[in-house]
């Protein structure tokens, strides 16, 4: 296995992050923005030239955080190396230049980024919207550092909040059906398989799997730990996606230009945008 060499600290000047307003004038919508935003400030104070292994999740606010690596220079980057959390991060690596590993060679990784679909107050997370969780949680398990970047709309109290397809569950496509009925008796009468667009059929996961979407009650996922434990426990599930006391901070842009931080040592801080610094 080839193992990165140290960097050189990269002279490149990196511009600072853009609030949402003025990303907007450049075509991006708030929401883009502001996912941005998260992405930006968060690679700008978790990934350092020591780095040299860096999980990359999935969905669309990861993107940006391979944006702002890049940033950082040919120099640190050519000496790091990339795991891909999912078919989607593996093109963003490999398309951008970057150095491809895999999570079988690196075990430990220094620092990983992914994005969430939801996030509450103790840093579980919701995550698998995009049917990556599998792959998104052996990574973040590998590595010392896990940092959650996502929009404004994502930062909640308490998971399923906002976001209300349910728990992502992957699981192997025979096991369907018995995993359904053991959801719906354990109290999510409205699990539903998740099925493709623009494909007849089902979802089928980067490891050839299903996805079961399960929405759970409120009581369920005010203890989403105990709620993952049980979930895990039905024959055929392969994972769940809530990912509890992972993660060491979370990032959201916010509409306004700003970066709400929260930490899981509890507290939490407010980066006011550059233009309400001035
Ligand atoms: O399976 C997908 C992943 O867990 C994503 O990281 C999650 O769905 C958030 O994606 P996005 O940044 O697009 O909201």
């Known amino acids: 296995m ?3 060499s140290k960097p050189e600290v990269s002279t490149e000047t990196i511009r600072p992050p853009l609030a949402p307003q003025v990303i907007a004038g450049e075509g991006l919508n708030v929401i883009e923005a502001a996912k941005r935003l998260a992405a930006y400030t968060a690679v700008d104070r978790h990934v350092k030239p020591e780095h ?19 940033e950082q220079g040919q120099e640190l980057n050519k000496n790091r190396v990339f795991i891909p959390t999912s078919f989607q991060s593996r093109e963003l690596i490999v398309n951008n230049g970057l150095n491809l590993g895999d999570v079988d060679q690196y075990p430990t990784i220094d620092v990983d980024f992914d994005g969430a679909d939801e996030v ?22 590998a590595a010392t550092t896990l940092i959650l970047v996502a929009d404004y709309r994502k930062n909640v109290s308490y998971l399923g909040t906002n976001f209300d397809p349910g ?14 009925k053991n959801l719906r008796a354990m109290g999510s009468p409205n699990a539903t398989l998740r099925m493709a667009v623009r494909k007849a059929g089902p979802v089928v996961t980067d490891n050839g799997n299903f996805v079961i979407d399960a929405p759970f009650a409120r009581k369920d996922m005010m203890d989403p730990f105990t709620l993952t434990h049980k979930i895990k426990m039905l024959t055929g599930v392969v994972e769940v996606g809530i990912f509890c006391h992972m993660a060491q901070a979370a990032y959201f ?10 930490r899981n040592d509890g507290t939490t801080e407010e980066v006011a945008s550059p233009s309400q610094q001035k």
């Open 52 to 70: 040299t292994v860096i999980g990359v999740g999935s969905g669309s606010t990861v993107p940006y955080v391979v944006e702002r690596i890049l």
């Open 120 to 141: 509450d107050n103790e840093l579980n997370c919701i995550k698998g919207g995009g049917a990556c969780h599998l792959r998104e949680k052996v990574v973040a398990e």
């Open 167 to 180: 728990v992502p569950i992957e699981v192997v496509p025979f096991a369907y059906a018995k995993v359904l």
């Open 253 to 262: 842009g916010n509409a306004d230009g700003s970066v709400t931080i929260k």
């Open 2 to 4: 080839p193992l990165p």
